[in-house]
């Protein structure tokens, strides 16, 4: 009886059947682990991302475990493409519920060496392009009277300085500020949107890096020595995107094991 209850308990916090929720940049990383928590929840998990094949995986390995997803391939800087998927998804799926906005680029380089082409570039994916999705988002939302969550992925490189990480953290830490603002104009539609700072996240795409000379000092440099996997996130994203937290909004959860104090 009590394992019964105990199961109920959790459905009811955490549950999301029944409900679609999107995530960008699914096909690798971040993107993918997000997706296939919110599938392992019940959801029906939209995938968004440029590489059509890096999505079909993601698709997979979903489905194999019994869970719902499909792969829309889009680049997300594209508003006219971006639309059409989004209203495809909403055609064809489950009521939209939340948003992981996910998808982003990195860019390390000295002040002095920054290109107005790198700037434009990471601003505009970063920033530009993850404001106009969630509008986007918010938008279908409103015009159905639907409740919804967004959790934007901003980085703990928004609140400290990692060196040759200047135009990156600013780009997230103004998606930060913009996690806030949106919070506060939506909040009458019932709509919640919340950031999560992750810490530096060992994934396909940066491994390379972190073995390196310059990667392993890095990583010693770190009060625990060690580098986080995307399932670190898990717990936050399964707390801001279920009825669970359905009284936080306009917040940034940090999840970094505490690498700020090791940052430089």
Same mark, same amino acid.
């Given at each position: 009886?009590?394992?019964?209850?105990d199961t109920?308990?959790?459905?009811?916090?955490?549950?999301?059947?029944?409900?679609?929720a999107?995530?960008?940049?699914?096909?690798?990383?971040?993107?993918?682990?997000?997706?296939?928590?919110?599938?392992?929840?019940g959801?029906?998990?939209a995938?968004?991302?440029?590489?059509?094949?890096?999505?079909k995986?993601?698709e997979?390995?979903i489905?194999?475990?019994g869970?719902?997803a499909?792969s829309?391939?889009v680049?997300?800087?594209?508003?006219?493409?971006l639309?059409?998927a989004?209203d495809?998804?909403?055609?064809s799926?489950?009521?939209?519920?939340?948003?992981?906005?996910?998808?982003?680029?990195?860019?390390?380089a000295?002040?002095l060496?920054? +290109?107005?082409?790198q700037?434009?570039?990471?601003?505009?994916?970063n920033? &530009?392009a993850?404001?106009?999705?969630?509008?986007?988002?918010?938008?279908?939302?409103?015009?159905?009277?639907?409740?919804?969550r967004?959790?934007?992925?901003?980085?703990l490189?928004?609140?400290?300085?990692?060196?040759?990480l200047? $135009?990156?953290?600013? +780009? &997230?830490a103004?998606?930060e500020?913009?996690?806030?603002s949106?919070?506060?104009?939506?909040? +009458?539609?019932?709509?919640?949107?919340?950031a999560i700072n992750p810490?530096? $996240?060992e994934?396909?795409i940066?491994r390379?890096?972190?073995?390196?000379?310059v990667?392993?000092k890095? $990583?010693?440099?770190?009060?625990?020595?060690?580098?986080?996997?995307?399932?670190?996130?898990?717990?936050a994203?399964l707390?801001?995107?279920?009825?669970?937290g359905?009284?936080?909004?306009? +917040?940034?959860?940090v999840?970094?094991d505490?690498q700020?104090?090791?940052?430089?």
């Amino acid at each position: 009886m009590t394992n019964d209850i105990d199961t109920k308990f959790l459905a009811r916090c955490f549950g999301l059947s029944g409900l679609t929720a999107i995530v960008t940049g699914a096909g690798s990383g971040i993107g993918r682990q997000a997706a296939r928590t919110l599938a392992a929840a019940g959801a029906e998990v939209a995938l968004l991302g440029r590489r059509e094949e890096a999505l079909k995986e993601t698709e997979q390995m979903i489905t194999r475990h019994g869970g719902r997803a499909r792969s829309f391939a889009v680049d997300v800087t594209d508003r006219q493409a971006l639309s059409e998927a989004l209203d495809a998804i909403q055609e064809s799926m489950a009521p939209l519920w939340a948003l992981v906005n996910n998808a982003g680029v990195g860019g390390r380089a000295p002040l002095l060496d920054v +290109s107005e082409a790198q700037f434009d570039q990471i601003l505009g994916v970063n920033t &530009k392009a993850a404001l106009f999705v969630a509008t986007a988002f918010a938008q279908r939302l409103i015009a159905s009277a639907l409740p919804g969550r967004i959790i934007n992925i901003c980085s703990l490189a928004a609140q400290s300085h990692p060196l040759n990480l200047a $135009i990156y953290g600013a +780009s &997230k830490a103004a998606l930060e500020h913009l996690t806030r603002s949106m919070a506060h104009e939506w909040a +009458s539609h019932g709509i919640n949107v919340n950031a999560i700072n992750p810490g530096f $996240i060992e994934t396909e795409i940066n491994r390379a890096m972190f073995q390196t000379p310059v990667g392993r000092k890095m $990583i010693e440099s770190l009060p625990r020595q060690r580098l986080g996997t995307p399932e670190a996130l898990d717990g936050a994203l399964l707390l801001l995107s279920s009825p669970a937290g359905g009284f936080i909004t306009a +917040s940034t959860l940090v999840v970094d094991d505490a690498q700020r104090f090791g940052v430089s």
